[in-house]
């Protein structure tokens, strides 16, 4: 059996063999296809046993046979078409993503959000504040600008340098806080910096007084699709801090990026 994660309590040995036999012909591609000889020897199944497992797959058009002086076999549209259907049962949704925002928020009692992005601007689609007097003033629904928001500058990491100029062009690059970015060459130096290291900071950059470290969520494609941040008053949010909220964070990001789709190699 192959090393996956879950290990089956009631294995279903003629099923398992069939699966090892797909697994095996996905990770060997060939467009001539396998023989039954190498199926048979890769796996360690009786030749008779791989082809009656082969024809039943072949009715599902999981497999297909090609015929020739040796008939061979390679994978099939029909498991093709079963594997888009995958990533319409995996979308981001509350669901998946309410019971991280709200570990997070109570494990380190600051503001969490989740957005997306949209029109070149970041949208607060999640929010989960703790019970305290000083907070963030974000609210769900809120349009944040791309290049002044750590979520914002995670998304444009992602764009092309055609993206990034058209954005530079049209975006004003105003001074909302003490440490905004307005120039564009530092700009592309920061986002550079964040490809880098995969996360970012808002050093009181949207609002004076409020630090901010977001990372990202990317689906099976590898894009980015979302992003947690957690935000504070700087005089919480020090230093110490982030380096503490940093591992914990990329683990409630790569939780939802597996669930997904996305393989960290």
């Known amino acids: 059996m192959n090393d996956f994660k879950h290990v089956p309590k009631y294995p279903v040995q003629t099923l398992s063999k ?27 199944i009786g030749k008779s046993g791989v082809h009656r497992l082969l024809d039943t797959l072949m009715a599902y058009d999981f497999v297909e046979k090609i015929n020739g002086v040796s008939p061979a076999y390679r994978l099939g549209w029909g498991l093709f078409n079963a594997g888009n259907a995958v990533p319409k049962q995996h979308t981001l949704n509350g669901a998946n993503y309410m019971p991280v925002v709200e570990k997070l928020c109570n ?4 503001t969490v959000n989740l957005g997306i992005l949209n ?29 002044a928001t750590a979520l914002g500058k995670l998304f444009m990491t992602g764009f092309s340098e055609k993206e990034l100029e058209a954005y530079v062009q049209k ?15 530092k700009l592309r130096q920061t986002l550079e910096i964040i490809r880098k290291q995969d996360y970012a900071v808002d050093n009181e950059e949207y609002v004076d007084g409020m630090i901010c470290v977001a990372m990202p969520i990317r689906d099976f494609t590898g ?8 935000s504070g008053p700087a005089k919480r949010m020090t230093k110490e801090k982030i380096e503490e909220i940093k591992p914990v964070l990329r683990d409630a990001c790569r939780k939802i990026s597996e669930f997904l789709g996305f393989a960290n190699k």
């Open 171 to 185: 975006t004003e690059l105003q001074r909302l806080a003490s440490n905004t970015i307005t120039e564009s060459d």
């Open 119 to 147: 029109n070149y601007e970041i949208i607060i689609i999640c929010k989960m504040e703790p019970a305290r007097m000083l907070r963030t003033n974000t609210r769900v629904g809120e349009r944040e600008p791309a290049y």
């Open 18 to 44: 069939a699966l090892d036999i797909l697994v095996f012909m996905r990770d060997n591609p060939s467009n001539e296809g396998l023989s039954l000889t190498e199926i048979s020897s890769a796996l360690g």
């Open 223 to 230: 894009s980015i699709v979302s992003g947690i941040s957690v």
């Open 107 to 110: 494990s380190f009692l600051e």
